[in-house]
């Protein structure tokens, strides 16, 4: 069984963007599917929250070998094979890279939530990166 969520990641710092590094374990359902957030609190404590949508800003890890290209805007920013894909599909894996812009960039940001909206497609975060 995976979490639904991991809260608290501490940033404390001031930033314009964030970039996620992620990709969704059975996220082969409908575009436009929301499969998960990012919550931001401020120090203030203000919250805003990015949506992580399938065909947006990921899809399933997993590209057959039939696929054909990857949906525009997606960023893709990994892409390789593991001894699963070799050994059961000859298939790719895929991590998606998104970037979302700070809107509130003088605010310092205390902490990120990592959160699934439990629908088909579960969300993974591999890393966090801000400038």
Known sequence: MFPTNVTGIRLDLKCRRLHFLHGAIWGSGSPGTQVGRYVLRYADGAIREKGIVLGQDLLDWWKPPEAGATVRGLVIAWEGQ??????????DIRLYK?????PRTEVGIQTLDFVS???KG???????TVE
Do not use: C
């Open 82 to 91: 593991n001894a699963a894909t070799r050994r059961e599909s000859r298939a």
């Open 98 to 102: 998104t970037t979302w812009e700070n």
């Open 117 to 119: 909206d439990m629908a």
């Open 122 to 128: 579960a969300p993974f975060l591999i890393a966090v």
